[in-house]
């Protein structure tokens, strides 16, 4: 994801609604998340699609990874020789 330009990249609800499609073309141009304000504080982000969906795949590959971290901390890991066995058994 781009750096956030705060000067271009946060605006107030007001303004954001006065210019829509602007906002749209923007983001979707830049792929950098505009944040919303609502009375001086942050209130929404807005972005492009596939800048969420990449964030949204990292989040899931770190929380594999965590989950990995426990499974092993805990003795539950398995070796390699043991899964090429079991593709073995089922190909």
Known sequence: MHNIQIDQDIQPLSEFRSKVAFYFENIKKHKRPLIITQNGKGA?????????QAMVDKIEMLEDIKLAEEQIGGGQE??????????????
Request: aromatic share 8%; net charge positive; glycine share 4%.
């Open 44 to 52: 929404a982000v807005l972005l492009n699609v596939s800048t969420y």
């Open 78 to 91: 398995i070796t390699h020789h043991a899964v090429k066995q079991n593709f073995a058994k089922k190909g």
